[in-house]
């Protein structure tokens, strides 16, 4: 509010003033925004760099900063905000400070953004002008933050039997600081493995949750789990990305029964053996883990019980060991059936059959009982027998009973032979750790059996390592990422996979196969592991392919080991961009406000990265129109005028960012809507002084004139229709007009000579109201034209048909019976009325006088809101008061 001050006003216009004021006490306007604070609001966004322009203090308070003394702007206190914000002290522009705005960081307790600001309170000095000023800035977020998972890896587990279409939630969810679309707005996965799939629910806070849904059967024993990455992406522009390792583990159901690994046993006992002595050992393997894989032994119900007591049978281990002494003379052999016992699960069944051998006496003698294969003195075993694994039985008989004999073993090797379980005379040669065919082949040893008397008996024994297939082929890489170009030429190479076996023979050589996940345009040779892709990728139809490769053995059973292909297509600039229409038609209309949003064109571009990066401009017409380069926007410098152009055609350009770049051109027709602002205009007659001769012996049915006028809009805007809204001189009904062409028309026998005068009005169809003018009609009804000045007197005194109640600027004029002197005292009633005007708003002067003179001390103080340089209603308010307040 700016203070006035009204001369002319002394002490005995103040009691009036005082008088007045009680009589209108009941209106507090004269008091009101003397206390009041003006305020600033203004809106940047954060991350503004060192110097960027805020707002002007004395500009947008319309200060004139060339008055004397000079203004001056201080910071009323220093505060927090003054860090990120300077102010020009002789201008009171606001810039941004060294120190860069982070609404995160700023308002880390408002994470919806609501309220987040800079307050500063500015004195305008010298004392003359001071003004307190309260300037708060509303910060803006901008896409400055990816989004973030709470942990590095997730780890859901799902049960191997888990119906298709089951779904798990992904509770750690991702974090983005940022506000509304700059937030996280979806999940995906990097690799799904043709079993899972990914989706997004949103709960009633907007918070978006992934779930992991599967979307085929799983099998624990044959993939225990999947490792892949979950990606969040969040709405900016270009997206920003977040990524956590999500671990997929595959709980396992009791879905397999124990088997034994051989299911028929031939074993041979010497009728002299002690008790204790070890057997066998049966071995079953159920392929689930944990309790679902426990396996307990038992004997059948049809092995006799004495049997059973015979020979013992460990539950847990499957070991059967001798309990009790060999009769020889009562059996010959035993047979023993075993049962492998797993939850849930019908036994697996094994039999172990006996066979015993009576022992004969005779002349001294080492006797080899070989428990490996044995031919010609060549003992063989195969590598993959654990440590301890039993080679071979020596027994020493016919010895005297008082002869102690002693049994060792010469040669190298992880071999060792002592006595067996206390049993005299028996010894026992047996590993002492895993054999391994491709370190060392073979073996030669020398048994030596030694009696107290010297007797020394040797025997020679050769062990030869079987080779097995127990080395599966190993890749050099077990992750192989190769990147390739798009638009590559067909049978392109791509890698040499490279994968060794330790194994011999066939068990060693290495064949490539490409997995059951590998797309049909990869190729892969199965001797030399070259990789090679069939046809030209194009990295915006895929640009990753995941998949397997094998390098499998010739042994048996065939060992195979699995590497994981990652082929990343990078991109080309091979697209250009694309309008979404081949040409584009904007309807506007006209007058409308200039920089106000005509459309928006949509353009995009397959490509990625810089390539995909779209710039438009304007070919033709820069200088009426303007084009937000990366919106896409269209907007008219000016309000357009359709009278003046009704339709503009554009060239618009696209430019991606590529090297070399490329381009489009569309189209775009702006055709402006017309808007009912032009009212006829009246051609003939071309003035209202103007008059036509009528001969009275005219007849009636003769067209007398016309009235011509023309309408610049179009449609039903420029439909003109014609009516005589009122007459003088003359009988009523004398003349007609013809509401389509505007003929007029003489309608009855002129009795009556002098000035017709007709008032018409031309009117056009436009909506939502109506336009139009009057015209008036003079005919002269006589048969000469004698005296000019005469006629041109008669049309003066007739102009008061234009005034009478101005039916143009009302616009509901009708024809109807003529009004001419229905109020003979109007003019006294018209006096009166001003008068009593006149001093009301006298009266009114001089309260508004005495209220300003009694206040001429007090500062005038409204409230000013300007977000970036546009003032709000408030401020116009207290302008219309004060303007009508200086009017009176």
Not at 371 to 383: D, S
Not at 591 to 602: A, K, T
Not at 738 to 767: A, M, W
Not at 874 to 879: G, L, T
Request: glycine share 6%.
């Amino acid at each position: 509010m700016v203070e006035r001050k009204l001369p002319g006003l002394g002490p005995r216009g103040e009691i009036w003033g005082f008088f007045i004021l009680l009589l209108y006490a009941g209106s507090p306007s004269c008091f009101a925004s003397f206390s009041q604070a003006k305020e600033l609001l203004y809106r940047i966004k954060e991350g503004l760099p060192k110097g960027t322009f805020i707002g002007a203090i004395g500009v947008d308070l319309n200060l004139d900063l060339t008055a004397d003394p000079p203004y001056f702007f201080s910071v009323a206190q220093r505060s927090f905000s003054e860090q990120y914000v300077t102010l020009n002290n002789l201008t009171g522009d606001f810039f941004t400070s060294a120190t860069e705005i982070d609404r995160e960081t700023l308002c880390p307790s408002n994470p919806h953004g609501h309220g987040c600001f800079l307050s500063v309170d500015v004195f305008v000095l010298p004392q003359q002008y001071f003004q307190l000023i309260k300037v708060k800035m509303i910060i803006e977020d901008i896409n400055d933050n990816r989004p973030k998972f709470p942990v590095d890896e997730i780890v859901i587990s799902v049960p191997e039997n888990t119906a298709i279409n089951a779904r798990y939630a992904v509770e750690q969810s991702a974090v983005d600081p940022d506000l509304g679309l700059h937030g996280v707005q979806t999940y995906w996965l990097v690799n799904d493995f043709g079993v899972f799939t990914l989706d997004v629910e949103e709960n009633e806070g907007g918070e978006l949750t992934p779930f992991v849904i599967v979307t085929d059967f799983l099998d624990r024993e044959t993939q225990a789990e999947y490792i892949t990455d979950i990606i969040a992406e969040d709405g900016g522009t270009p997206p920003l990305l977040g990524a956590a390792t999500l671990k997929i583990v595959i709980l396992d159901v009791n879905d397999n029964c124990p088997q034994f690994t051989e299911s028929h046993l031939n074993l041979t006992l010497r009728g002299n053996s002690t008790k204790g002595t070890h057997l066998a050992r049966l071995r079953a393997f159920d392929p689930d883990i944990g309790a679902n894989a426990q396996i307990s032994y038992a004997y059948s119900e049809r092995v006799p019980r004495g049997t059973r007591s015979l020979f013992h049978l460990n539950r847990t281990t499957g070991v059967i060991k001798l309990a009790g002494k060999i009769d020889t003379a009562t059996a010959t052999s035993y047979k023993l059936t075993v049962l492998a016992n797993g939850p849930g699960c019908i036994p697996a069944v094994a039999t172990v059959a006996i066979r015993l051998i009576k022992v004969r006496m005779g002349p001294p003698v080492v006797i080899a009982r070989y428990i490996a294969q044995e031919k010609n003195g060549v003992v063989t075993i195969k590598e993959s027998e654990p440590a301890y694994s039993p080679i071979a039985f020596f027994t020493v008989k016919n010895i005297d009973a008082s002869h102690k004999v002693d049994c060792r073993l010469e040669g190298t090797g992880p071999f060792r032979i002592g006595p067996y379980q206390l049993i005299k005379n028996e010894f026992l040669l047996e590993t002492t750790e895993p054999l391994d065919y491709e370190t060392v082949q073979g073996y030669e040893l020398v048994v030596v059996a030694e009696d107290s008397q010297g007797l020394i008996i040797e025997t020679f024994l050769k062990v030869q390592i079987l080779d097995e297939n127990d080395n599966a082929p190993v890749f050099q890489q077990s992750l192989v990422e190769i990147s390739l170009d798009e638009n590559n030429p067909p049978n392109t190479y791509l890698t040499q996979l490279q994968a060794t076996d330790q194994d011999s023979e066939a068990r060693g050589e290495v064949i490539f196969l490409l997995g059951g996940d590998a797309p049909a345009i990869f190729v892969l040779d199965r001797l030399t592991g070259i990789l090679s892709v069939t046809t030209s990728l194009d990295r915006e139809e895929k640009d990753t392919y995941r998949f397997m490769a094998r390098a499998v053995d010739q042994g048996t059973p065939r060992r195979e080991s699995i590497a994981t292909v990652v082929v990343t297509v990078r991109d080309r600039n091979d697209n250009s961009p694309r309008f979404i229409n081949k040409d584009f038609t904007f309807f506007v209309p006209e007058n409308f406000p200039g920089y106000g949003e005509i459309g928006v064109l949509s353009v995009t571009d397959a490509d990625v990265g810089e390539n995909s990066w779209v710039a438009l401009s304007i070919l033709n017409g820069s200088d009426i129109f303007l084009i937000d380069a990366g919106r896409g926007t269209l907007r008219a410098k000016i309000s357009l005028d359709r009278e003046q152009q009704g339709t503009y055609q554009l060239w618009i350009e696209a430019v991606d960012g590529g090297e070399p770049a490329l381009s489009s051109v569309t189209m775009v027709t702006v055709l402006l809507l017309d808007v009912n602002d032009n009212p006829p205009v009246v051609l003939f007659p071309q003035s209202n002084q103007s008059y036509m001769l009528v001969l009275p012996n005219t007849l009636p049915g003769t067209s007398i004139t016309e009235v011509y006028a023309v309408d610049n809009d179009t449609g039903m805007n420029a439909v003109i229709a014609y009516s005589i809204i009122k007459r003088k001189g003359g009988e009523p009904g004398s003349f007609s007009i013809d509401p389509e062409t505007g003929n007029i028309t003489l309608e009855r026998e002129l009795s009556n000579r002098g000035l017709h005068s007709l008032l018409v009005k031309v009117s056009d169809h436009g909506q939502p109201e109506p336009l139009y003018s009057t015209v008036r009609v003079n005919l002269f009804v006589n048969e000469t034209v004698s005296n000019e000045s005469y006629i041109q007197s008669l049309l003066t005194r007739e102009a008061d048909i234009e005034i009478e109640d101005r039916p143009w600027q009302i616009g509901q004029l009708q024809e109807g019976p003529e009004r001419y002197d229905m109020f003979p005292c109007k003019p006294a009633l018209i006096a009166l009325s001003v008068t009593c005007v006149g001093l009301f708003f006298s009266l009114v002067t001089l309260t508004a006088c005495i209220c300003l003179n009694r206040f001429q001390k007090q500062k005038a103080k409204s409230e000013v809101e300007l977000p970036l340089k546009m003032k709000t209603d408030s401020m116009q308010a207290n302008n219309r008061k004060l303007g009508h307040v200086s009017n009176i």
